[in-house]
């Protein structure tokens, strides 16, 4: 049984009167009271309202259900904790990954002076989205078009490029020709 809101008189009576239960399984536990009390407390408290709302806990001491009660608290925020300082190196981990490495910036930059030259503003500023890693889908519904027109706008922008590209490779190619001696 779930139950919230505030504790009746009878539950706040027998809290009060059993509260040396949370420091005597604190230090039983080798738990530090100013670390762990508040943690131990909430299941203490949950403790005693089952105790004194479900007639069937009647048959065992008051201390086992709130010992149990406290473990569940303390083993709950442990792995609670547990997960957080888990994602917080994973966090690092890729955030040390993640250093930008600048030829790879500077690769971008010179990519998109080259697009801006041959690109319209529409093709350019799409170019510019999924260089930052925008999805299609993504880029779609920031610029409020189908998905098939952001495809077939950078297609062509990418053939544009390709022949732009492909153009200077020749023309660097015949230029190396040329200088060590071949027609």
């Known amino acids: 049984m779930r139950t919230t809101g505030a504790m009746t008189e009878r539950q706040r009576r027998f809290a009060a009167k059993n509260h040396n239960l949370i420091y005597r399984y604190l230090h039983e536990k080798g738990w ?8 131990a407390a909430f299941g203490y408290l949950r403790a005693v309202r089952r105790y004194l709302t479900e007639p069937g806990l009647s048959i065992y001491a008051f201390s086992s ?4 009660a406290m473990t569940q608290s303390i083993a709950s925020f442990l792995r609670a904790e547990a997960r957080r300082k888990d994602a917080e190196r994973r966090y690092i981990r890729e955030a040390v990954l993640a250093v930008p490495d600048p030829f790879a910036e500077l690769e971008a930059r010179l990519l998109l002076h080259d697009l801006a030259a041959v690109s319209s503003k ?4 799409l170019a510019e989205m999924r260089l930052q890693g925008y999805s299609i889908a993504e880029i779609a519904l920031a610029q409020g078009m189908p998905k098939i027109r952001i495809r077939r706008l950078l297609k062509e922008l990418y053939r544009t490029y390709l022949q732009l590209y492909m153009a200077g490779e020749a023309a660097a ?10 027609p």
């Open 32 to 39: 530090e009271v100013s670390e762990y009390y508040d943690i």
């Open 122 to 125: 529409q093709q350019y500023a």
């Open 173 to 182: 190619c015949a230029e190396d020709r040329r200088r060590n001696g071949f």
């Open 65 to 68: 259900i709130a010992w149990q």
